[in-house]
């Protein structure tokens, strides 16, 4: 009994100690992978589709790697779109994040591309956005179902951002601060959440009512 109790501990240390194995992309389009061993601070294997837009110039980039927990914002073993569009800058993930050997070995799809019928105020270019002369509108696209604005720094320097984003960054400290820096005070435009937080009064008023 005793060596059947050491053995099973024995095997649960093991199994601990061992490091999750993710898939690494060879290239940025991912036609070829590995697998490798995480190093121990990646708990997380992610497979991200990104697109991003400078100027209408488009990259489209496939990357699988093994990631910390915090790195991989999006919940867990849910396929996720997020986008952050400033309109003249834009990017655009499809994101899964997964806790098993291997788990992110699928290539998922392109963010969706089409205009969503939202429009937010934005800069036309980086020049706009740093003297803070910002007078564009911008359509949105995908999973942007909210408006930002803010600032943040750049050489000490306040800079001007606004534009389209997806509601699930908008409580994210740090998808924030991996987005727009560590200075950034981005605030998300509340014409959905009024229509949400009324409906979640109504609930609790109900829920309130069937309690009393
Ligand atoms: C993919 O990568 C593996 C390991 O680096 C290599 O052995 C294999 O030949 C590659 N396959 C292709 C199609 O490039
Ligand atoms: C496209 O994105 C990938 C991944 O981020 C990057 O390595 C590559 O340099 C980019 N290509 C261009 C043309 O910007
Ligand atoms: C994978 O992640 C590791 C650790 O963050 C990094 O050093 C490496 O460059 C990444 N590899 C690719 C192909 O992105
Ligand atoms: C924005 O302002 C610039 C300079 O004042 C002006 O030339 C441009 O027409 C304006 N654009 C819009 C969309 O109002
Ligand atoms: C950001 O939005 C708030 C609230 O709608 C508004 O009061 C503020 O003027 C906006 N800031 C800019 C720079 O557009
Ligand atoms: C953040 O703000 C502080 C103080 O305003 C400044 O010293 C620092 O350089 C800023 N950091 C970045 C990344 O811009």
């Given at each position: 009994?005793k060596?059947?109790?050491?053995?099973?501990?024995?095997?649960?240390?093991?199994?601990?100690?061992?490091s999750?194995?993710?898939?690494?992309?060879?290239?940025d389009?991912?036609?070829n992978?590995t697998?490798?061993?995480?190093?121990?601070?990646?708990?997380?294997?992610k497979?991200v589709?990104?697109?991003?837009?400078?100027?209408t110039i488009?990259?489209?980039?496939?990357?699988?790697?093994?990631?910390?927990?915090?790195?991989c914002?999006?919940?867990?073993?849910i396929?996720t779109?997020?986008?952050?569009?400033?309109?003249?800058?834009?990017?655009?993930?499809?994101?899964?994040?997964?806790v098993?050997?291997?788990?992110?070995?699928?290539?998922?799809?392109i963010?969706?591309p089409?205009?969503?019928?939202?429009?937010?105020?934005?800069?036309?270019?980086s020049?706009?956005?740093?003297?803070g002369?910002?007078?564009?509108t911008?359509?949105?696209?995908?999973v942007?179902?909210?408006?930002?604005?803010?600032?943040?720094?750049?050489?000490?320097?306040?800079?001007?951002?606004?534009?389209?984003?997806?509601?699930?960054l908008?409580?994210?400290?740090?998808?924030?601060?991996?987005?727009?820096?560590?200075?950034?005070?981005?605030?998300?435009?509340?014409?959905?959440?009024?229509?949400?937080?009324?409906?979640?009064?109504?609930?609790?008023?109900?829920?309130?009512?069937?309690?009393?």
């Amino acid at each position: 009994m005793k060596l059947l109790l050491t053995v099973c501990l024995t095997c649960t240390l093991l199994y601990t100690a061992e490091s999750l194995r993710c898939h690494v992309c060879d290239n940025d389009l991912c036609t070829n992978s590995t697998s490798v061993e995480c190093p121990a601070t990646s708990i997380v294997c992610k497979t991200v589709t990104s697109v991003t837009v400078t100027n209408t110039i488009v990259n489209l980039s496939v990357n699988k790697n093994c990631s910390s927990l915090v790195s991989c914002f999006t919940p867990l073993l849910i396929e996720t779109e997020w986008s952050v569009n400033r309109g003249f800058k834009k990017e655009a993930h499809t994101q899964f994040c997964c806790v098993t050997d291997n788990c992110n070995f699928q290539t998922l799809a392109i963010p969706n591309p089409s205009e969503n019928g939202k429009q937010c105020p934005s800069c036309a270019s980086s020049a706009d956005s740093l003297a803070g002369t910002c007078n564009a509108t911008l359509s949105c696209a995908g999973v942007e179902d909210s408006c930002f604005n803010g600032t943040t720094t750049s050489n000490s320097k306040e800079v001007l951002e606004l534009g389209c984003v997806s509601r699930n960054l908008c409580t994210l400290q740090v998808a924030h601060e991996a987005l727009f820096g560590s200075n950034a005070t981005i605030v998300c435009g509340a014409p959905w959440s009024v229509r949400i937080s009324a409906a979640l009064l109504t609930l609790a008023l109900t829920a309130h009512k069937v309690l009393v």
